[in-house]
């Protein structure tokens, strides 16, 4: 029987929560053998410079150590960079642990201990000792920008500037109002809260299961098998729980690393996880700093934009994101220039933080628009209403939906924007200075190729298996969802098999499209059995089904019927039966249409919405209310769509106004290197925050007609408040985070 | 597998009861409620997230009150009851607070959970929090970067309002 | 971590002789602080005495009308005791305004008092740090500060005692009982925490071998006007940058008696008794309170990343003497500020 919970759209609750509120969902670090070794790194103390000596014995004489790795006794690894290029791999040499004496970052692991406990591994290694020759470490963006370049490999062709058009210097100093500000913003780490960690059971044959914290499993395969020479068929990786990643498990982990070489050296199973402090010594959002030239006619019309970042990368590879192309693409302007340029410093290589690019590209577009909005004398929503454009003007191409002149008209509508005074720091509320502030958030749809294997039983019981990943996503439970509705069923009756190298090809989860790309493989999938089926029922003698074409069918109550007619039809026992088969699978692929992407582009949309209060006295500021409306096609579980923008906007409060990873830069050292002094948001510091999700039918963005969420709730979160603390406040803020003592000294008189 | 070298070093006798079952174990002073859980008990349910009392994940209850298990040498806990995860519900058979989790969804990765959901139950027994407010602030000690507070607030603010005295009684049992 | 050997101290006097009797132990009560720098290798004794059997866990009321509170009460406890919230709603505040409910569930009253700093150099052991390792230097000064003290500074060290109850129990004059070899002898509150000067690796008074048995508070005219205000990075679970324990005896309007403890801005609860006296007999108003505020703060020195402090303190002194003077006294839970 058909019923609500089968189909997309219903919201779900999430298929995998009882095994994660049991505590009995396993992660990788929790996977156990009698006799696991476990290791534990040692880090470096200096940022730049060689090692000189390590000094290893009193760690190697250490009660229950089993060998201590360094450079020096490491051992043999591939030689080229290309076998160290995992699939998301950057220009540059990617980094290799213990590959020699040099130091190119604080925090660096340059040793590894293996013991038969935790306590012993973690123990001894801290009775490493290490003579360093230290060189100057350059950590400082506001200083290394100076030397700054464009990167010569580009990442990705498109995160390129996209080339000028109009004339924005001309436009920009004729225009009336303008606004020209730089904005700079601290590091971030994604501290995901499990640790990274990973697992290698090592099979009597010397085969390797190895349990990893990854956003993809079969990255992580093909990145070990490339440095240890390993057959493919030897390494299984499997991710089937990941402790929230947001990125930072995009590319593999010392850890991993680590625990192969250890295990195929001893001959052993072993187990290596980090401690939160090395977590601060990996991916990370680069500081940045941005100027925005942006200018308006007298109604408010854009005439020029103008937007430079310079990012931090490290010394070894050039990390690059896309941060200035979303300001020629936001808003209708015809005058438009854009540059982007790294700065190299002694820092570990950045890496993809949840929107990487558009969180920080909007940082300061959102803002320099606030601004040029008050400068022109227009409401700030008004403003960005009246600068619209519904096509990609960077590439001149059309977009496949934009339901944004929706998300800004609901969003409004739900906050209240229209009792808003137009004033800074008009509106109190009690000792309270009030300020509402709004933005616009854009995030790439993509599809990414993806494979899912969907097989049917007669029984109508369904399996689903991809090596797709769930970081918290709510890959399991969409999947199901989009099975139990292709195959007729109720989603409790689909198993979803995913984080596993060995099963369907999937690409890294990341990016946000994971639901679209794996969603439209199993969609894909599900076709296939319906015309499997169909070819198998048409063998039969006086089939019903015999002039049905695939598209007129539907299966209920486990029969293959014509949807207009379900009393025509036969069971799907039958239909196996007579050809003595248990089950049907369908290989469902999907690839990006090269065709549509000629003309075609497709973004998620959104508009946020803040209200934040902040002591007229002290500057403690308390964003009170969020209202974040988002466009992004098919929402296919609202309950778990609404949880990943809710992540989203959270994770941008932190951005706002506290989470920084402050470097003493005489050193190089992240020095807050713990959860106790980088402070991700807590409890108290989120209240009221609604999701929105706008009507928007897509059916190019992906064949499923979703565009994913992962992203979208982050982007322009930053800018939303910062525009929010100037209109209580009257001050503009420019460097982020905007913390209380900034605030406070920003306080009208 | 014997751990021949480790042995050398001291050990220390402790008894614990963990979720109702009494463990006589021997143990080295330094190793932490929360490695023994995660190590040799396979209790992985309770969560390593910082290992210093930073985030909450390990929240477990200690003779029912709420406390963070990284920072407690086991052997300092002799003779207490231990109640994790594992020990309030499973699958099949959820504590109120695991199911009311489930039904707001009240998580995303999941990682932060188990802590959260202990955090809760103790937060439930201690009977302190009546307001939103107030539910924010006390289960302030349980970071969760997946974001999921303000669902987190409503799977509380469900079971505290289901919750007859009694049925709050065996909640934080 | 260090291996190390682990007693349990059956009673008081093994404890203090087991603990007199090595150098390198130290006694174990809640562990909140001690295993955390134990883990991060920055403490590493070869004993530990486990004092968590002792029975140090009551809070008794004495003869005198003075509060006893045992040295092994869990900061919980204390805030929630009925005595504690009525008499002394002040430490109440101020021990919620700290950590989580987790923490102050395991933190005790004796191992609150004897936290160490949360300087970012004295957790890490590679960097110098007079305070961790005397004669190395000290890091913080002209390095990443935003945290560190504003008054009574010395050249060896910036840092400041982090705890949010210690400032409540120094405007309330609490008294510190220890007890050590040599017997039982009573600290004042004032006396118990020191500046750095040229020995920063002593945070106290405290002398090896002696523990901490319990914390008296004397009867007080305080209850109805007093308020804790803490300000941080964010609005939970994180250490003061400026905190401000106010409060006030007032008769027909005018200052009896008057009390500002601040924490986050040195390296110990800081108090200026003289400067307190001088505001008796003045009208309870905000100009005073401002008078009061540009006195405390009349020798602070910033350090760079942590000048904000100074306006910041100010401010927080008489907003925190404003609340408490109208008897509307900052509730934790609640992140408006009254
Ligand atoms: C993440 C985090 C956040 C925190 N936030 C705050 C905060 O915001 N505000 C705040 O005030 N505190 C905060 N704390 C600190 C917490 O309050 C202290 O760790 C706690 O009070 C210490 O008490 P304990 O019993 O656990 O001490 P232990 O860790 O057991 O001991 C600490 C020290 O005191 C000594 N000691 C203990 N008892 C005695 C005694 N009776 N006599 C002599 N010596 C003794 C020990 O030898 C040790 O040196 C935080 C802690 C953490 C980990
Ligand atoms: S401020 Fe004190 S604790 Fe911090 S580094 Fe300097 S000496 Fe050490
Ligand atoms: S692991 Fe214990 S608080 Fe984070
Ligand atoms: S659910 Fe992922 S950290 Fe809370």
Redesign the pocket.
């Known amino acids: 029987m058909q019923n609500e919970k089968n189909i997309i759209g219903f919201p779900l609750p999430r298929i995998d929560g009882p095994l994660k509120v049991t505590g009995t969902a396993p992660y990788a670090a929790e996977y156990d053998e009698p006799g696991m070794l476990v290791g534990h790194a040692f880090y470096a103390t200096i940022a730049s410079g060689r090692i000189t000596s390590i000094d290893t014995s009193a760690a190697e004489n250490f009660p229950g150590v089993v060998k201590v790795y360094t450079h020096q006794n490491r051992p043999a690894t591939a030689s080229s960079d290309d076998a160290w290029k995992d699939e998301v791999a950057l220009p540059g040499h990617p980094f290799r642990p213990l590959e020699n004496d040099r130091i190119l970052y604080d925090g660096q692991p340059i040793a590894l201990v293996i013991a038969e406990s935790f306590e012993a591994a973690r123990d001894a290694a801290d009775l490493i000792r290490v003579d360093y020759e230290a060189e100057e470490p350059h950590t400082d963006i506001e200083v290394e920008q100076a030397k700054s370049y464009p990167p010569p490999v580009p990442r990705k062709e498109a995160f390129l500037p996209s080339d000028p058009r109009g004339d924005a210097d001309g436009a920009y100093a004729a225009a009336p109002h303008k606004i020209s500000a730089e904005y700079v913003q601290a590091g971030e780490h994604h501290n995901p809260m499990e640790l990274f960690g990973t697992t290698v059971i090592r099979a009597e044959d010397g085969s390797l299961t190895v349990y990893d914290k990854t956003q993809g499993s079969q990255n992580s395969q093909g990145y070990v098998c490339g440095i240890f020479g390993l057959k493919p068929e030897t390494v299984r990786v499997i991710n089937a729980y990941v402790g929230g990643a947001f990125g930072s498990g995009l590319r593999p982990k010392h850890q991993l690393f680590f625990a192969v070489m250890a295990s195929l050296d001893l001959k052993r199973s072993v187990k290596v996880e980090m401690s939160r402090r090395e977590m601060f010594y990996l991916t990370w959002r680069p500081p940045t700093v941005q100027r925005m030239l942006v200018a308006a006619d007298a109604n408010g019309r854009l005439m020029s934009i103008r937007h430079h970042a310079v990012q931090t990368t490290s010394l070894y590879e050039d990390y690059q994101e896309n941060v200035v192309n979303w300001s020629g693409l936001a808003y209708k302007c015809d005058n438009v220039t854009l540059s982007y340029e790294l700065a190299k410093m002694t820092v570990s290589t950045p890496g993809d933080m949840r929107a990487p690019g558009a969180a920080t590209g909007f940082l300061a577009l959102e803002s320099a628009i606030d601004e040029l909005s008050y400068e022109v004398g227009m409401d700030p929503l008004e403003f960005r209403i009246a600068n619209f454009v519904d096509y990609d003007q960077n590439d001149d191409l059309q977009l496949t939906s934009k339901a944004l002149d929706l998300c800004y008209r609901q969003g409004a509508e739900r906050f209240g924007w229209s009792k808003r005074s137009p004033l800074p720091a008009s509106m109190r509320d009690g000792q309270d200075l009030v300020g509402w502030g709004v933005a616009t958030g854009v995030w790439e749809a993509t599809l990414s190729p993806a494979e899912a294997k969907v097989r049917l039983f007669p029984d109508g019981s369904i399996t689903v298996a991809a090596a797709a990943s769930d970081i918290g996503t709510g890959t399991y439970t969409i999947l199901a969802q989009i099975a139990a509705q292709g195959l007729g069923q109720t989603a409790d009756r689909v198993s979803v098999l995913i984080g596993d190298s060995s099963l369907a090809k999937t690409a890294v989860e990341g990016g946000s499209w994971t639901a679209a790309s794996s969603g439209s493989a199993v969609q894909a999938g599900c076709f296939e059995i319906r015309k499997t089926l169909l070819s198998l029922a048409q063998k039969l003698d006086s089939s019903p089904l015999a002039g049905a074409s695939v598209e007129d069918l539907a299966i209920r109550d486990n029969r293959l019927v014509l949807d207009r007619n379900d009393q025509v039809g036969l069971s799907i026992a039958d239909i196996l039966g007579s050809q003595g088969m248990s089950s049907v699978e369908g290989h469902g692929k999907v690839a990006p249409d090269e065709e549509q992407a000629k003309k075609f582009v497709s973004y998620t949309h959104s508009a946020i919405f803040t209200e934040v209060k902040i002591d007229a006295e002290l500057g403690v500021p308390r964003v009170t209310r969020v209202v974040i409306a988002v466009a992004a096609g098919t929402i296919i579980n609202p309950k778990t769509a609404r949880s990943q923008v809710l992540g989203g906007v959270v994770m941008g409060l932190g951005m706002a106004l506290h989470e920084e990873s402050m470097i003493d830069h005489r050193s190089g050292r992240i020095m807050n290197h713990n959860l106790a002094e980088y402070h991700v948001p807590a409890h108290a510091d989120v209240q009221d925050i609604e999701v929105i999700f706008v009507e928007e039918e897509d059916d190019k963005a992906s064949p499923i007609g979703v565009k994913g969420l992962g992203e979208i709730g982050i982007v322009a979160v930053g800018a939303a408040v910062a525009n929010a603390i100037y209109h209580a406040t009257g001050t503009r803020h420019r460097h982020f985070p905007i913390t209380i003592d900034k605030i406070m000294e920003g306080l009208p008189n | 597998m014997d751990i021949a070298t480790a042995d050398t070093q001291p050990k220390n006798r402790v008894a614990l009861t963990i979720n109702g079952n009494r463990q006589d174990l021997e143990i080295h002073p330094w190793v932490t409620l929360l490695d023994l859980l995660r190590g040799p008990l396979h209790l992985t349910g309770t969560k390593k997230g910082c290992d210093h009392g930073q985030c909450g994940a390990c929240t477990v209850l200690v003779d029912g009150e709420r406390v963070n298990s990284c920072l407690k040498f086991a052997v300092t806990l002799d003779g207490a009851e231990i109640t994790t995860i594992e020990g309030l519900g499973t699958p099949d058979d959820m504590h109120a607070m695991q199911k009311a989790f489930v039904e707001h969804d009240a998580y995303q990765c999941g990682y932060c959970t188990p802590g959260q959901i202990c955090s809760a139950v103790g937060l439930l027994a201690e009977g302190r929090a009546k307001s939103r407010e107030e539910i924010r602030e006390m289960m302030s000690g349980n970071i969760c970067r997946c974001g999921a507070y303000v669902n987190i607030a409503d799977a509380i603010e469900d079971v505290m309002g289901h919750g007859s005295d009694a049925s709050q009684k065996e909640a934080a049992e | 971590m260090r291996p190390f050997t682990y007693t349990r101290a059956e009673n008081l006097g093994e404890a203090v002789a087991a603990l007199a009797a090595n150098p390198q132990a130290r006694v174990l009560a809640g562990g909140t602080n001690l295993v955390d720098l134990m883990k991060y290798d920055v403490e590493h004794p070869a004993a530990i005495i486990d004092i968590n059997r002792l029975p140090l866990k009551e809070i008794e009321e004495l003869p005198d009308g003075s509060l006893r509170i045992g040295a092994l009460v869990s900061n919980s406890a204390v805030a929630y005791d009925a005595r504690v919230a009525e008499r002394y709603p002040l430490l109440a505040s101020a021990i919620l305004a700290g950590a989580s409910p987790q923490l102050r569930n395991a933190a005790t009253t004796g191992g609150n008092l004897l936290q160490r700093?949360r300087?970012y150099?004295?957790y890490d052991p590679s960097?110098?740090?007079?305070?961790?390792e005397p004669g190395s230097g000290?890091?913080?000064?002209g390095g990443v500060n935003r945290i560190?003290a504003i008054l009574g500074a010395s050249e060896?060290?910036?840092?400041t005692h982090p705890s949010d109850m210690c400032v409540a129990l120094a405007a309330l004059a609490a008294t510190v009982e220890v007890e050590g070899p040599d017997g039982r002898r009573d600290i004042p509150f004032a006396d118990f925490h020191r500046l750095?000067g040229d020995h920063?690796e002593h945070d106290n008074t405290l002398k090896h071998g002696e523990i901490v048995v319990a914390v008296r508070l004397e009867g007080n005219h305080f209850a109805a006007h007093h308020s804790y205000l803490k300000l941080r990075d964010r609005l939970s679970y994180a250490f003061a940058l400026v905190s401000v324990a106010a409060a006030l005896d007032i008769a027909d309007g005018m200052i009896v008696d008057l009390r500002v403890a601040l924490g986050g801005v040195a390296h110990k609860p800081w108090r200026d008794t003289l400067a307190e006296a001088e505001f008796a007999g003045q009208p309870a108003t905000r100009e005073t309170f401002a008078a009061v505020a540009d006195r405390l703060l009349a020798g602070a020195e910033g350090q760079g990343d942590n000048d904000f402090k100074i306006p910041m303190a100010k401010k927080a002194i008489v907003r925190a003497l404003s609340q408490a003077a109208e008897g509307t006294p900052q509730v934790q839970s609640e992140k408006q500020l009254r």
């Open positions: 700093t300087c150099y004295f960097t110098p740090c007079n305070k961790r000290c890091a913080a000064i560190h060896h060290c910036i840092a750095p920063p």
